[in-house]
């Protein structure tokens, strides 16, 4: 993968997860939808677990420790971000045990705060992404690491990721 496509990767796995996110707000912004069917908060939930398992762990496995190695200085931006993807995570757990809760009025309105609350953490989060990792790592990181980056983006499964780290 080159180096533009590994940026370009990251971006779009950024915008698919603002667009789950907008489809979340949406139902936030209109709760007689989400009492209806609660199918697009499961699809986004699904969305948002895919890219956590695929996107933050790619980051947290090779982007950010090849950024680190390349710029030390870089390890004050990255800390940050790493708990926020672990805020995410538990976040994103959170979410899923209130959806699989029999629906309730106190339950919709929980759904719809903890909606909120992980649209909002999102958003700053992936801004912070795009406006100082990315741009920082276009400019340091070397051919073999992008190349790493690339390959770890792809590996789902820890099996295949076993793989991609040939």
């Known amino acids: 993968m080159s ?14 997860v603002l667009d789950g996110i907008a489809a979340l707000e949406r ?6 939808e989400m009492t209806r069917s609660v199918v697009p908060v499961h699809e986004a939930v699904a969305l948002l677990a895919r890219q956590f ?10 982007l950010f420790p090849a950024l680190i190695e390349a710029l030390p200085e870089a390890r004050s931006l990255v800390a940050p971000l790493t708990i926020e993807h672990e805020t995410l995570r ?11 809760k029999p629906r309730t009025p106190d339950r919709d ?13 999102l958003r700053v989060h992936i ?19 992008l190349e790493r980056i690339g390959r770890s983006f792809e590996c789902e499964s820890p099996t295949e990721r076993k793989e991609c780290e040939r």
């Open 127 to 145: 801004r912070k992404e795009e406006a100082m990792v990315f741009g920082v790592a276009e400019r340091v990181l070397r051919a073999r690491d």
């Open 109 to 121: 309105e929980r759904l719809s705060v903890e909606i909120r609350d992980i649209v909002d953490l």
């Open 27 to 32: 139902l936030i912004v209109a709760p007689d």
């Open 53 to 62: 398992g695929t996107h933050m762990r790619a980051e947290e496995e090779a």
């Open 90 to 100: 538990w976040m994103l757990a959170g979410l899923a045990r209130t959806l699989a």
């Open 3 to 16: 180096q533009l496509e590994v940026f370009r990767r990251m971006h779009n796995d950024h915008a698919q």
